[in-house]
């Protein structure tokens, strides 16, 4: 029989120990910073009702669903849309949960949640079809105030920050104060708005003229004058809280929903400063419009300032109702969203992330093999102690044991020979520094505490 060949498909990251410990650290860095500022966790099943994910999505969202059915089932559907699909996101299963949840959740509410989501993604580089989103979000009952909008970014920069992946903006703008100033230049329509937005997005690709150039074509028919406010509308950039604040002031009067958005921004990004996050830290940018018709208030994009080509690093904003298609309270939040799987993979592509070390601390290597009870005495204790230990359990030389701990990463390997065990002794190996010393039974507890101490420290 020919053996099926081992592969994975497209738009999968599955990766070695090594990488996959730089992954999870990754994972343990967000989860940490979460909880700091008092989110609690929260999974949904992976398989939800199609009906209850396709709500209010559709278009290009439901091009890309996976759905589910069961072996059992097949020859038995019927013609239609199966009854089962895999998440595409993590904010329509919020929804779905928040809405059956309602009478015993507090608000506001206060989740993060970090699993893997589907999306049928056409096969590209840096493109995946599975993917861990790591979310939070704050949701209110009836309202919530514009001080949670605040709050983000200081949880943001809290993340960013203990991830060291390099020098970081938050970039701040208002979806009420964009519609707003569209609405004084007499584009009122939501769906021109939409459209105007998505050229202007083409910005960076296009250029200036080309963008220019489609406003006042035939098309939009935006006079050149109209064309131009717009480019120097979503051109402004802020170098501190002062000149952001100046530059929101210098935009002029305008409609009523662009008062609310200034007003709005003027607040979050006064508080954002009284949260500790640094002036060098967060800036307004008014090109940022995220999800058109999602996001109602404030929006974020998160950008590595070395690294502009990997794009936004964590996103989000402030919508109105979350679960207004599952109940009729009124739900409004305020979150964001990073993409670890492909934040992980274009940081390691741009070489700023190096292979982790093991989580093994220790290799306790077999000398002789009628001693094996004497090593897992010892690495009962060492285990005992909070130092995660290997026992080498079916023996060999030692320079292969020693050769198998360096290849899997492990930086010090213990020898309990005859003669050792004879002068109440342990020998220690430090792989990385190629050097070993001998350490009473007694202290090498002790011992190996302060050289993984030492080691942790100096990377």
């Keep these: 029989m020919a053996l099926t060949p081992a592969r994975t498909m497209p738009g999968v990251l599955e990766l070695l120990p090594l990488d996959q410990i730089a992954f999870q650290r990754m994972l343990d860095v967000i989860r940490r910073n979460y909880e700091r500022f008092g989110f609690l966790p929260v999974e949904t099943p992976v398989i939800e009702y199609s009906d209850v994910l396709l709500t209010k999505t559709g278009g290009e969202t439901e091009r890309q669903v996976y759905f589910v059915q069961s072996t059992g089932a097949l ?3 019927e013609e239609g849309t199966p009854e089962l699909a895999l998440r595409f996101d993590l904010t329509v299963p919020l929804a779905r949960y928040v809405a059956e ?12 949640q ?8 056409r096969a590209q580089r840096g493109r995946f ?15 919530l ?4 909008d605040a709050e983000i970014p200081a949880v943001i920069y809290s ?3 203990e991830l060291d992946i390099g020098p970081f903006t938050i970039q701040l703008n208002n979806r009420k104060l964009m519609r707003g100033y569209f609405e004084g230049l007499g584009i009122v329509d939501a769906e021109q708005q939409m459209l105007v937005l998505r050229e202007v997005d083409k910005l960076d690709k296009r250029g200036t003229d080309y963008v220019r150039d489609t406003l006042t074509g035939e098309t939009f028919g935006l006079s050149a004058e109209v064309a131009q406010k717009i480019l120097a509308f979503v051109q402004v950039r802020s170098t501190s809280l002062q000149d952001a604040l100046d530059k929101l002031d210098a935009l002029g009067a305008g409609p009523e929903t662009m008062e609310q958005g200034r007003s709005e921004l003027k607040e979050v990004l006064g508080l954002i400063h009284d949260f500790g996050v640094p002036q060098t830290h ?8 995220r999800g058109l018709d999602y996001y109602t208030g404030t929006v974020y994009e998160t950008t ?7 794009g936004s690093i964590c996103s989000g904003g402030r919508y109105e109702n979350l679960a207004g298609q599952y109940t009729k309270s009124h739900l409004p939040g305020v979150g964001i969203s990073i993409g670890l799987t492909r934040l992980y993979w274009q940081l390691r592509d741009a070489g700023l992330i190096d292979t982790a070390k093991s989580t093994v601390d220790v290799l306790v290597t077999q000398m002789d093999e009628a001693q094996l009870p004497a090593y897992l005495a010892l690495a009962g204790e060492l285990r005992g102690a909070g130092i995660a230990t290997e026992v080498v359990l079916e023996g060999g030389k030692l320079g292969r044991q020693f050769k198998y701990a360096d290849r899997a990463g492990i930086r010090f390997v213990v020898v309990l020979g005859e003669d050792e065990l004879a002068r109440g002794v342990v020998t220690v190996k430090d792989l990385r520094r190629e050097d070993q010393f001998e350490v009473a039974r007694g202290e090498l507890i002790k011992t190996l505490r302060v050289e993984l101490e030492q080691a942790a420290a100096m990377g």
Aim: with cysteine; glycine share 4%.
């Design 75 to 77: 020859g038995k559907a």
């Design 101 to 112: 949840h309602e009478r015993d959740l507090s608000f506001p509410f206060r989740r993060y």
């Design 114 to 121: 970090m699993q893997k989501v589907y999306r049928g993604e």
């Design 129 to 143: 079809r599975e993917f861990y989103q790591c979310d939070i979000d704050v949701i209110g009952k009836d309202a």
């Design 145 to 148: 105030s514009v001080r949670y």
């Design 159 to 161: 993340v960013f920050r």
């Design 282 to 289: 967060y800036a307004l940018n008014l090109s940022i419009a």
């Design 304 to 310: 590595l300032n070395d690294h502009s080509q990997i």
